[in-house]
T-cell receptor, first 112, second 116 residues
Framework: GESVGLHLPTLSVQEGDNSIINCAYS??????FIWYKQESGKGPQFIID?????DKRQGQRVTVLLNKTVKHLSLQIAATQPGDSAVYFC???????????FGKGTMLLVSP | GAVVSQHPSRVICKSGTSVKIECRSL??????MFWYRQFPKQSLMLMAT?????????EQGVEKDKFLINHASLTLSTLTVTSAHPEDSSFYIC????????????FGSGTQLSVL
């Protein structure tokens, strides 16, 4: 199930389940979106990105969906594994501008 | 993917001392690097944008005299936390875009700073 902690919402799933992590972005002008995975004590690791001219993009075991109408981004992880346990951040940006704005993050906990 | 190396990974220092953190792009040139700060269970907060050969651009509320940034070459940016105090204890992370034509942002492994 999903719960909201003091700062970080948490999604708990069983190994083998599919996971869906959601993100609401803030700037309707943003045209570039990225998902990052951050393990404890490490820097964020790039997972997948998508441009605003697409609404879906697939990678290895991951799919990102973009709904510009409601400014919503989701990351789907198929057959979730214990190694997927981490904090996941979405980030939004604008072509031509260097900076990214990060969402609040979701902690994914995968039980064996 | 592009590799960003950050050093040290962990530092413990006494209050009042200065600490330097290095961020290197190993296999590409980065005219722009970014410094973030992260508190436990929170998101990344952009502190400043480091521009090679020019002054850094700081985000609102970040003291430029407290957090000195130097980007003297295309592969190295440094962040110096001057006269560190316990409230400066945090996880600091640098990042850089992956070279020409690569918009992806690659991150260093982070530096955990603990000020006693």
């Amino acid at each position: 199930g999903e719960s909201v902690g003091l700062h970080l919402p948490t999604l708990s799933v069983q190994e083998g389940d599919n996971s869906i992590i959601n993100c609401a972005y803030s700037n309707s002008a943003s045209d570039y979106f990225i998902w990052y995975k951050q393990e404890s004590g490490k820097g964020p690791q790039f997972i997948i990105d998508i441009r605003s001219n697409m609404d879906k993009r697939q990678g290895q075991r991951v799919t990102v969906l973009l709904n510009k109408t409601v400014k919503h981004l989701s990351l789907q992880i198929a057959a979730t594994q214990p190694g997927d346990s981490a904090v996941y951040f979405c980030a939004e940006g604008l072509t031509g501008y260097s900076t990214l704005t990060f969402g609040k993050g979701t902690m994914l906990l995968v039980s064996p | 993917g592009a590799v960003v190396s950050q050093h040290p990974s962990r530092v413990i220092c006494k209050s009042g001392t200065s600490v330097k953190i290095e961020c290197r792009s190993l296999d590409f040139q980065a005219t722009t690097m970014f410094w973030y700060r992260q508190f436990p269970k929170q998101s990344l907060m952009l502190m400043a944008t480091s521009n090679e050969g020019s002054k850094a651009t700081y985000e609102q509320g970040v003291e430029k005299d407290k957090f000195l940034i130097n980007h003297a070459s295309l592969t190295l940016s440094t962040l110096t936390v001057t006269s560190a105090h316990p409230e400066d204890s945090s996880f600091y992370i640098c990042s850089a875009r992956g070279g020409a034509g690569n918009e992806k942002l690659f991150f260093g492994s982070g530096t955990q700073l603990s000020v006693l």
